[in-house]
């Protein structure tokens, strides 16, 4: 069983910064490609960024290009979003998921697709 808890959240004005932690329990996911994901109200979850379990390789959704940043600090098992210049729009649960045996890249960020979830945390800009 793979369990991923979500922290880092908070609520920041428009052009704030936030990072995102996502934490797996030891030996657990440490490879695998991991996501995160963002639900606003009425919307469906879509998928932010990515990082390969098996290179390290990144990958974005168009909107979030050139402010986020993700990361993985594999001693500790730990994945990070780094979140800048943040916009009343990128307000949304987060969460991050990772795919079971999965250490590929993922270009689609397909929510359906992820295995595991965490709990999410909220993250709220104001204008």
């Known amino acids: 069983q793979i369990q991923l808890v979500e922290s880092g959240g908070g609520s920041v004005q428009s052009g704030g910064s936030l990072r995102l932690s996502c934490a797996a329990a030891p030996g657990t996911a440490n490879y695998y490609t991991i996501g995160w994901f963002r639900q606003a109200p009425g919307k469906e979850r879509e998928g932010v960024a990515g990082i390969s379990g098996l290179d390290g390789t990144t990958f974005y959704e168009d909107s979030v290009k050139g402010r986020f940043t993700i990361s993985r600090d594999k001693a500790k098992n730990i994945v990070y979003l780094e979140m800048n210049d943040l916009a009343p729009e990128d307000t949304a649960v987060y969460f991050c998921?990772?795919?079971?045996?999965?250490?590929?890249?993922?270009?689609?960020?397909?929510?359906?697709?992820?295995?595991?979830w965490g709990r999410g945390t909220q993250v709220t800009v104001s204008s």
């Open positions: 998921a990772t795919r079971l045996g999965f250490y590929g890249h993922d270009n689609d960020l397909v929510p359906s697709k992820y295995d595991y």
